[in-house]
T-cell receptor, first 112, second 115 residues
């Protein structure tokens, strides 16, 4: 157990639907990062939150949004889902970036 | 911008062979460098890191040296085991001093060790 908890582990949904992925960071970590891993695009950075505030944005689609709550857990909302959104979504947390990230085990999203 | 270029895979080796996975980078300032490993069905795990030039990161028999002159961070292991079969990712961060904390990953190298 890495200390970063992601739920659900698997999600199957239809095109056009909306889903919410949840992440609880490791205790003491203030930063949460979201990444998308697909076969054709590798690991793509989506967004970072630090202590409740958005810190950096990557290749995140407008259909996607995220937030970090006062208890530091984070949610990634994916809407108007398309087949191409099928991927592994990872959350990671860190206390300081030079120490590296701790990753969760991911949520596998399948859009049918 | 920051980027990481990794050796193309997949790589297949026999048990006890010597392993090298090449990684070179382009970055602003003085990045920190990392190797992550992903076992089947799991998330990424930090394998080793180096935060300044000439630092050597090491863990579980793996080593990598931060070479600023060649902008490289090659991963090596002297004698691989079947249990080392996984996907290996090289990554960097420019750090908070450059307003860019996110990790930038290479494309990953799939390693298979055969008995």
């Amino acid at each position: 157990d890495s200390g970063v908890t992601q739920t659900p582990k698997h999600l199957i949904t239809a095109t056009g639907q909306r889903v919410t992925l949840r992440c609880s960071p490791r205790s003491g970590d203030l930063s949460v990062y979201w990444y998308q891993q697909s076969l054709d695009q590798g690991l793509q950075f989506l967004i970072q939150y630090y202590n409740g505030e958005e810190r950096a944005k990557g290749n995140i689609l407008e259909r996607f949004s995220a937030q970090q709550f006062p208890d530091l857990h984070s949610e990634l909302n994916l809407s108007s889902l398309e087949l191409g959104d099928s991927a592994l979504y990872f959350c990671a947390s860190s206390v300081a970036v030079n120490y590296g990230y701790t990753f969760g085990s991911g949520t596998r999203l399948t859009v049918v | 911008g920051n980027s990481v270029t990794q050796m193309e895979g997949p790589v297949t080796l026999s048990e006890e062979a010597f392993l090298t996975i090449n990684c070179t980078y382009t970055a602003t300032g003085y990045p920190s460098l990392f190797w992550y490993v992903q076992y089947p069905g799991e998330g990424l795990q930090l394998l080793l890191k180096a935060t300044k030039a000439d630092d050597k990161g090491s863990n579980k028999g793996f080593e990598a040296t931060y070479r600023k002159e060649t902008t490289s961070f090659h991963l090596e292991k002297g004698s691989v085991q079947v249990s080392d079969s996984a996907v290996y990712f090289c990554a960097l961060t420019a750090g908070i001093n450059f307003g860019n904390e996110k990790l930038t990953f290479g494309t990953g190298t799939r390693l298979t060790i055969i008995p």
